[in-house]
């Protein structure tokens, strides 16, 4: 169970800190250390919180018109979020909150429901049971006077949120939402030199959402996208292609091949649509599939962040009848402690999907030959 922190100590450190982003990220924990709980705080530890909250909530009333675009303001909406569901779960009696204390929350809340007008619009449209013309051509003419490219990203974040439900658009619906997606994306694509974050956020959003509307148009323009050098975008537009049994170039699949964040994932699609035969043989060995699929694992925010500076095999080890490979790997990552930032690391990858690491240093496990260290390492890590 995590231990309950000392709040005041706590928010007197990070009251002045304007990293809406990091504070969010903390709000984040707390709520999950007091989740697990499941018991209300002390008295003083309740006022504490309502102090804390309500004073960060008047000062994002203050900031948020002031945001110079709309991906700083998604930061403070994060921010927001987290201090409500901190206050939420908190546990305290909300009857103690004064009149003024109520209206602060009421202010932010319909500030924030103010700003959040494609979200809310895409909320309200999957709501509905049957999604006509008319209703995605509402939320359309919402996003297509929108120059901000990360507002207009919140379209097809919605889309990929209520993906399962796109099935409730009728059919003119559909044609609709996927003219306007392909009118962006061919805009998109003409600035495919200078693509910045958010546009390479949108394609790759758009590649992997659209095939719930796919089109010939769509799917001449996922063929497009293709040539591109960005391999998170491609590798949705290789899925909905391979789906729709379009052909895919060798070229496009070697470079596939040669990336190690996604040689593994393509592997497998390939296999999915029985075309495993088009992957480069000198990619296809267990060792370079088993390290890819380690590598993409560490290329997750919330474990590296990126790929390892160095990943070498120490050997292999059946467990439980699962093949283990197992590898060490080092990394500067500002996710990891000082303490383990350069050194080497211990990481493995199942061939029936038990891939992970704990961020074990190799050295607390190193033996005197490799074999050794490799069955040492199963038993005490792959019970």
Known sequence: MSKMPNFKELFNNIKDNNDYQNKARLMQYIGNVLKNTKKPVSAQDFEAIVDFTISEMKKLIEVLPKAENYEQKSKIFFYENNLLMVLTLSGGNPDNLSDDKIAVINE???????????????????????????????????????????????????????????????????????????????????????LDDNKINNLEFISDVCKFFIDERLLTLLEKIMSLKINRIRYYALETLLENEKEVSTQVLAEFAEDLTYAELIYSLLQKYGKANLFPKEYSTPEYLAKSDLVHWLTYPTELNKEPDDIQLLGTVTVRKELFHIFKYKSDSTNLSEDLQNEYLIGWSGNEGGTFSNFDKLCDFQKKTNEKTVKYIAKKLLK
């Open 108 to 194: 932010i809340l319909e500030l924030t429901h103010n700003e959040c007008i494609v979200e809310n619009a895409v909320e309200e449209m999957f709501e509905l049971e049957s999604i006509e013309k008319a209703d995605i051509e509402k939320v359309l003419e919402i996003v297509k006077p929108l120059t901000d490219e990360y507002q207009r990203g919140m379209l097809y974040q919605g889309l990929n949120e209520y993906k399962e439900k796109i099935k409730n658009l009728t059919s003119e619906a559909k044609t609709q939402l996927a003219k306007f997606v392909a009118d962006d994306t061919e805009r998109l694509l003409k600035s495919s030199n200078s």
